[in-house]
């Protein structure tokens, strides 16, 4: 991915004074050096700012209380560039959510004012168009023990290119904020997929295989409980055939079978055997099962008319009710009104005053609204004292109900009394009842048996549903092994491990441990070195501070130069590093001045770095860039700027600083 920094810039808060740009070459090596306390380690924590931290570490003494507005001026590999500007944190440090992005300008079209009312996006959004730019698909990944990490981001490949100075010589820590857990844990499992060797479509598959895992075995316990129990009613089912074919209708002169499955066709058989005796014609019934069928039929009926017969009556009786409650509702409101009696008998007095007040106006609205009152009361009045006959047709209706419902209740009785000379005259009718009752009752409890099975066995059942996850388990599986993840992530960290092996022997790195790659560790994100011995030892089990700043140089270049081979279109590593003060463990740890004397042999090792570090740019076709923030001065690396390889920005010496001394 081409991703590198074209301008870091500067808008400051004291009114009248103009933005300030750091401006960096694009594909080579460039240098910041000065004194201590000018500004160069906040670059790092600005770089990160901008590209949407979820904190601020930029510091909030000098900078903090003169910036208004921090920004990047992004190359993407285009002629135009890309501005991500966020907004200065708040008084307590809270990070702000205030970014302006804009897209495809020219080096020269850099606002000098921010818009943030017209203009402004937050955070979400800027890390959307990052992960776009990074060509980042949107894939997740569950851990075994349940626990999610969030899709990968920009912001997790991004703390790769941050050596700042706590993370150059380090043995412990080797990117940027891997001191935190999240972070970590975020980084360490998306590594693989970080240089190829885990693809998503794989990640994808193994998220599928963990839900369908999770839904076989919840299908499948759902499926033995049913079965457990099916299979517990195999006595009580085999009793039932046993029983059917005691009535004739299955298994003549075969022995029961004891087969679940087998038991169920048999069922089957049954049930269809029932059917058809169930609709034998009258003919083929004896006279005394005839008679006691139709008894049957008639004491339905009689019970559907009944029913008929009770609802006209209670309809009836509900109709009485609400008219002596409507004559109730009426009396009541007349009761209301008497009054009105009174006003209508003094509404026009003798000598034409008013009665309640003794005014000569005639009050000719009151007299309108008391007409209205005394309509109402007369039409109450009306209501209440109606007769209290019942509409015409009334008493006839009830009555006619009423002798129709005796009249059923009696047929009822009579029939009933016939049900009982059947049975205690008729042996044969009693037989064909308790036969007919018995076969139903049979019939019964086998279909309900068999509709029990079949929510087992029907194609939407917990069986077919537990064999199709099975199928799919298996062909996840068979893709996701079809993937050698472990040999392909050995291959790719040999490959990395033998460039890092390459610059580490330009570094000042001790030679027994050159012989041999060194290993990567994607779980601890840490170096592990072969020494001359052959043994196996990390970073933070070997001494001397120079062997860990040459193991960050040197990895970190080899990272830039694998990911400079690939296709950009699967990149993810932004093209840019920038190295904070990697010659930090050359200087004297006690000293008071800028004046860093070194020895001739520590010079050397300073020099090296920077050849390595523009070797390795070169090595990649000039596909990345690095930023070197330094006190080292320049005659260390003059031979660099003359062969063209690094380019030095103006010295931060003599009140030369990355904040202005008119901006305080």
């Excluded at 904190?55 to 920004?71: E, F, K, N, Q």
């Excluded at 992960?131 to 569950?142: C, G, M, Q, S, T």
Aim: glycine residues 4%; charged residues 30%.
């Amino acid at each position: 991915m081409t991703f590198q920094i074209k301008k870091l810039i500067l808008w400051p808060k004291k009114e009248g004074k103009t933005f300030k740009t750091v401006d960096f070459a694009l594909n080579k090596a460039n240098v910041i050096t000065g004194d201590s306390r000018t500004g160069k380690s906040a670059i790092v924590a600005i770089i990160d700012y901008c590209l949407a931290s979820s904190d601020c570490l930029i510091p909030r003494d000098v900078i903090g209380d003169s910036v208004a507005w921090y920004g990047l001026l992004i190359s993407l590999g285009g002629s135009n560039y890309t501005l991500f500007a966020r907004k200065e944190s708040a008084e307590n440090g809270k990070p702000s959510d205030v970014f302006v992005v804009k897209e495809d300008i020219a080096e020269d079209e850099i606002p000098a004012t921010l818009d943030e009312k017209h203009d402004k996006v937050n955070g979400d959004d800027v890390k959307s168009r990052l992960n776009a730019l990074a060509h980042i698909p949107y894939v997740k990944r569950e851990l075994e023990n349940g626990h999610k990490v969030e899709h990968l981001s920009f912001r997790d490949v991004s703390h790769i290119n941050l050596q700042a100075q706590e993370v150059m010589a380090s043995q412990s820590v080797f990117f940027f904020k891997m001191n935190r857990g999240i972070y970590h844990t975020r980084l360490s499992e998306w590594f693989r997929f970080i240089i190829g060797s885990e693809p998503a479509w794989r990640i994808e598959a193994q998220q599928d295989l963990k839900v369908a895992k999770r839904l076989y075995a919840l299908k499948s316990a759902i499926l033995k409980a049913v079965e457990d129990v099916a299979n517990e009613r195999v006595t009580q089912l085999k009793g039932l055939i046993v029983t059917a074919k005691e009535f004739g209708f299955c298994c003549q002169g075969t022995a029961v079978p004891n087969d679940r499955a087998a038991l169920l066709a048999i069922a089957q058989e049954v049930v269809d055997a029932g059917h058809r005796w169930e609709k034998s014609t009258p003919e083929t019934l004896l006279e005394s099962e005839r008679e006691y069928r139709k008894l049957i039929e008639e004491d339905n009926a009689l019970g559907t008319d009944i029913a008929k017969t009770q609802k006209r009556l209670a309809d009836l009786s509900d109709f009485r009710k609400d008219l002596d409650q409507v004559r109730e509702i009426a009396d009541a409101r007349r009761g209301h009104l008497e009054i009105v009696e009174w006003f209508k008998a003094n509404a026009i007095a003798p000598n034409g005053k008013c009665p309640f007040c003794g005014s000569d106006t005639s009050h000719g609205a009151a007299r309108e609204e008391l007409g209205k009152l005394v309509r109402d009361l007369e039409h109450y009045a009306a209501m209440a004292s109606a007769q209290s006959d019942l509409p015409q047709g009334y008493e006839e209706e009830e009555r006619n109900a009423k002798n129709e419902l005796f009249s059923l209740l009696e047929r009822r009785r009579a029939l009933r009394e016939r049900f009982d000379v059947v049975r205690n005259n008729d042996e044969e009718a009693r037989r064909a009842r308790h036969h007919a009752e018995e076969v139903f009752t049979l019939l019964g409890r086998i279909t309900a048996e068999i509709q029990y099975n079949k929510k087992i066995n029907d194609d939407n059942g917990a069986r077919q549903e537990v064999e199709r996850l099975g199928r799919e388990i298996a062909r996840l599986y068979a893709r996701i092994n079809g993937k050698d993840v472990q040999k392909d992530t050995e291959r790719i960290l040999t490959e990395i491990g033998n460039l890092t092996r390459m610059r580490m022997k330009t570094l000042d790195c001790d030679a027994k441990y050159t012989d041999k790659p060194p290993m990567f560790n994607p779980d601890t994100l840490n170096i592990t070195l072969t020494d001359d011995k052959d043994r196996q030892m990390s970073l933070d089990q070997i001494g001397s501070a120079s062997n860990w700043v040459s193991c960050h140089i040197a990895f970190t270049c080899a990272l830039q130069e694998y990911f400079a081979a690939l296709d950009p279109s699967v990149s993810y590593l932004p093209s840019f590093m920038v190295f904070d003060q990697p010659s930090q463990v050359y200087f004297p740890k006690m000293q008071a001045s800028d004046d860093h004397q070194l020895t001739d042999i520590d010079r050397k090792n300073v020099t090296m770095m920077f050849r390595t570090i523009v070797d390795s740019i070169k090595a990649s076709g000039n596909k990345w860039q690095a930023i070197i923030l330094e006190h080292a001065e320049s005659s260390i690396y003059r031979e660099f700027l003359v062969s063209g390889d690094l380019n030095e920005l103006p010295e931060w010496r003599n009140g030369e600083k990355l904040i202005p001394e008119d901006w305080l």
